[in-house]
């Protein structure tokens, strides 16, 4: 007899239990797919500003598309925006839905997310300036370098485009709060690559321009005299 009052308490406790649950979770449902409505709306809205605006043909125009090509990745900046956009109110729906369930370390968690998205948007953009800053220079170096017929035109050009395309990688780095110290060294040792790597460029495909260069100094120097 006293197990049977025993499961019997136990299946009572168990049925109030889910009973005060089941309008919480009802609620914390109803909440997420109003965020997922939402997120739905507002990821249509951004693609089709996005669009709009020709975000994608600028980017293209500066040949950042062509960039991410090469390294497999296809730059969709519509879609892009859009995802993070969705994805940015989904979690924020997420954060709503376990507050109302009470579930406190789903929340903290969810929290930290939000808090860390800031820092990826940044990283992302680095990259992206990086990109068509690394691009336009590639162009001013390579003109410049091949008006002065120095040889080695091409290879200039490559370096200086890649040091900053390099750089705007480790800033994205630091900004993701990646390894900073390792990025310390590598960041060290790589400007004393560029150092070195400059200095045999220069001393293997400028060396006939600068010896021009001094003989021409000293020719205008002996006329003066």
Sequence with gaps: MDYVDILRTAFVDL???????????VLA?????????????????????VKVLKVDELLAKFELKE??????????????????VKW???????IAAADVLAWDQITLFLNQVVTYLPNVIIAVIILLVGTILANFVYGIVKSTVTAANIKSAGFLAGIAKWAIIVFSFMAALVQLGIAE????????????????????????GGREHASQLLERLRSDLSHRE
Excluded: H
């Design 15 to 25: 049925w109030a239990t889910i009973v005060l649950f089941l309008p919480k979770l």
């Design 29 to 49: 449902l109803v909440v997420f797919l109003i965020g997922v409505l939402i997120a739905n709306i507002l990821k249509s809205a951004v693609v089709r500003l």
């Design 67 to 84: 960039a991410f090509a090469k390294m497999g990745v296809k730059l969709d900046a519509a879609q892009f925006l859009g995802w993070l």
């Design 88 to 94: 940015f109110i989904l979690i924020f729906a997420l």
């Design 181 to 204: 110290s390792l990025i310390q060294v590598l960041f060290t040792g790589f400007v004393a690559m560029l150092a070195l790597a400059g200095g045999l460029a220069f001393g293997l």
